[in-house]
């Protein structure tokens, strides 16, 4: 089975400012995408960023960037010039095939502070 | 433009009743599950269905039943409520069985078996 790992349950970043969100996995599979998740306090579940298995290059969305490395497992978030809005939980997901349906396995989450 | 819709949103339950979270969407999307929070947790899978009329176990089912009433509609029942049933719900759906299709979340229910 698969498992997500997400080391840092806080993290605290100044408005303007850059940080990241470190995000591991285990998985004997070649294929499977990884997904970053922003939880606010409503607690809807926001798709922020995607990246596919196969893709060397590293997906960017807007301020949001991943490092991906496939090797290593890693799977880190980059969050630029950091706005108050970003506070929030950030869940790293993984995707893979069961030959039924594709499900999700999730870490256990980031808790991001942004602070003036 | 409602997506997926979960009902109710807060629920109080005594230890022991039963209780269905209904879960609608309007993609017209084949794949649909449920997930449950607890806290400090990420999101954990309990049931889920790939397609109308099929229905497969997750992470964590027991305690729970489901039925995929129709291709919008996927409910979630608890026959027998248990406090550490407490938790946040989640129903899902997405347009596809492939991997690269985007799944899209309700707002989630709010359950609480005292």
Redesign the interface.
Known sequence: AQT?TQSQ?EMSVQEAETVTLSCTYDTSES???LFWYKQPP????I?VIRQ?AYKQQNATENRFSVNFQKAAKSFSLKISDSQLGDAAMY?C?Y???TG??????????TRLQVTL | NAGVTQTPKFQVLKTGQSMTLQCAQDMNHNSMYWYRQDPGMGLRLIYYSASEGTTDKGEVPNGYNVSRLNKREFSLRLESAAPSQTSVYFCASRTGTGLGNTIYFGEGSWLTVV
């Open positions: 997500v349950p294929d499977y995408y409503s607690r809807q579940m798709l596919e869940f997901a995707r893979s095939y039924t349906a594709s499900k999700l396995t999730f870490g256990t989450g």
